[in-house]
């Protein structure tokens, strides 16, 4: 007879004793159940086994803030819609709404209140219509709240139970290990009831950290991600989430307990009769970004860090190698998990994730390549007092601009080309809304509010965009058409289900980055082929295994590829699917 598998109060409190082990773990496991499930609401019996039904090949995501389409006269929610609904529809079908919360600084994420929208931007049925056409994710800013919220004041007043959920520390501590993002002072001293205290602030002295230590911050997080459920959101996405834990003399990232609240959070995630999929935001070096799979048991997704930086050392370098030799040794992703594969968002092109791949020298030409084509470079703080690049601040359609030899004549192709590897790869394709618009830097942004990261944040006059859309010459208009035009041929296409198997393909020639995509049944296969350079390239057809009896065609140009042929040419930027199955 099978052994009976554990109920899920037993789960629970098993991870609750690593948490709080001071704590009765069988009652805090019985407030665990009321926040997330509060009046007895159903959950499943047993939970869901790790598979890959969670997301299709059909799947793809757009990145937005809520105000990122405007007019002046409509709710910018109801604009967005309106532009999902007319431009993307059938070419993607997620969207993460940037927090949509009312907020006092970086863009949102310093909340004031969890549990209303920002009504600049509309209200929960807005929401809730936006969820009803495509699955929506949101924001749960887990680590920190607005120094002028609710919460915050509360605790300053010395009122329970907010007195307790903000993490205090000390000048004399040791803080030199802290990783931190950021540059500022970590503490911020503070008046209270009970005399001055420093409170801990991982970004800015306006988001203060919260204090996870008190098991009552865990509880109002749970009863904000079931406000979220219902209204609609299928994707958590677990903000800065690395930061959740703090130790003073210690680094104060990726700490054991902040693994296991995540573990909590996907166990009830899988208990739940609604689908719910956790996302990790963890802007580190790969080793530590991998970690937040754990053992297929904490995030369902992560965010494919490296890949930012990577493609656009290869697109400006004209050489794979670095993308390339990372890619061939990044594992799949476990059985019930995904990569979240992007270039852009709302934040610049992290550099860390790119530390032990890129050489320093490498990393310094894109650099330069950057605020040659009008980027700026945003620096973190280091223990030893010094400072280093923490992320590149320009929209990737500037950012293709220019190669290491300069401006040319490419930059459209080396632009799509950039966004196709994004398609390719194993797991769920993301573009940052400017990206599909061909955004220009946004410099008037940058000296109005005194932000590196306006540059890649503007916000599209809706009357305009339309205009420029509807004229199929401008970059607006080839830009969309060309990256949805892709994304709904790869929707049809199997072979880039987000768990497909995926093989490096080992080619000689290091203009050209392949990988070899399979379906999970193995019925279709397909070659994808990108030449990063601006020179035209032969690859032999021996490198790609083509099967010699099946037809073979080139999805992206109709192309017949015979594979009794020697060679296979690429034009500079051309991207080749070789498929045995259209």
């Known amino acids: 007879m099978a052994e009976k598998s554990p109920s899920i109060s037993v789960k629970i409190a098993q991870l609750v004793q690593q948490v709080y082990p001071e704590l009765d773990p069988d009652i805090l496991t019985s407030h665990i159940i009321d926040a997330f499930w509060p009046d007895e609401m159903p959950r499943r019996k047993r939970g869901r086994v790790p598979g890959n039904a969670l997301w299709s090949q059909r799947d793809a995501l757009i990145i937005s803030y809520g105000n990122s389409i405007i007019d002046g006269a409509y709710k910018p929610l109801d604009l967005l819609h309106d532009f999902l609904l007319r431009h993307l529809k059938g070419a993607i079908n997620s969207v993460h709404i940037l927090p949509f919360f009312p907020y006092t600084s970086d863009d949102g994420f310093a909340v004031s209140d969890f549990r209303a929208v920002n009504p600049q931007l509309g209200d929960w049925p807005d929401i809730n219509r936006i969820a009803g056409d495509f699955t929506l994710m949101s924001d749960l800013v887990l680590n920190h709240v607005s120094s002028q919220g609710n919460w915050f004041n509360a605790y300053r007043q010395g009122q329970a139970p907010y007195d307790k959920f903000f993490f205090e520390a000390s000048p004399d501590d040791d803080l030199s290990m802290v990783v931190r993002p950021r540059t500022t002072p970590l503490l911020q001293e ?138 061939r040794a990044m594992p799949p992703a476990p059985m019930g998990c995904a990569y979240l594969n992007f270039t852009a968002s709302h934040d610049g092109i992290g550099m860390r994730p790119a530390e032990g791949v890129l050489p320093e020298a490498e990393k310094d030409k894109v650099i330069d390549t950057v605020r040659k084509a009008g980027g700026l470079v945003s620096m973190r703080a280091l223990p030893d007092g010094g400072q280093s690049p923490y992320e590149l601040n320009i929209t990737f359609f500037e950012a293709m601009k220019s190669t290491f030899k300069g401006e040319d004549a490419h930059h459209f192709d080396r632009f799509i080309c950039s966004q196709t590897i994004v398609m390719s790869l194993e797991g769920i394709p993301a573009f940052y809304i400017h990206s599909l618009l061909a955004t220009p830097n946004d410099h008037a942004q940058v000296e109005f509010r005194g932000m590196n990261r306006a540059i890649n944040r503007h916000r599209w006059d809706y009357p305009t965009l339309q205009a420029l859309l509807a004229d199929p010459a401008t970059d607006q208009a080839r830009v969309l058409e060309a990256l949805t035009g892709r994304l709904k041929l790869r929707g049809a296409q199997i072979a880039f289900h987000p768990n497909a198997t995926q093989f490096t393909v080992n080619l000689e020639d290091p203009r050209v980055f392949g990988v070899w995509r399979q379906s999970i049944d193995r019925r279709q296969s397909i070659f994808a082929l990108h030449n990063v350079s601006d020179q035209e390239i032969t690859v032999p057809t021996n490198s790609v295994n083509m099967i010699e009896d099946e037809n073979w065609v080139d999805l992206l140009s109709g192309e017949t590829i015979l594979a009794s042929a020697e060679t296979v040419t690429l034009a500079p930027y051309q991207c080749r699917w070789i498929t045995n199955r259209s």
């Open 190 to 327: 503070v008046e209270t009831p009970n005399g001055p205290r420093h409170v801990w602030c991982t970004f800015s002295h306006d988001q203060i950290d919260l204090d996870f230590r008190n098991p009552e911050v865990l509880l109002e997080f749970l009863r904000i991600i079931r406000l979220h459920v219902d209204n609609g959101v299928q994707i958590i996405r677990l903000d800065a989430v690395a930061f959740l834990w703090k130790v003073a003399g210690s680094p104060s990232i990726h700490l054991p307990q902040t693994h296991a609240v995540i573990k909590l959070m996907r166990l009830l995630c899988d208990y739940a009769s609604e689908k719910i999929i956790l996302l990790t935001e963890t802007n580190v070096p790969k080793a530590e970004n991998l970690s937040y799979f754990g053992a297929g048991d904490q995030a369902h997704a992560i965010y494919n860090f490296p890949l930012p930086p990577l493609i656009l050392h290869a697109m400006m370098s004209g050489s794979a190698t670095y993308l390339h030799k990372w890619q």
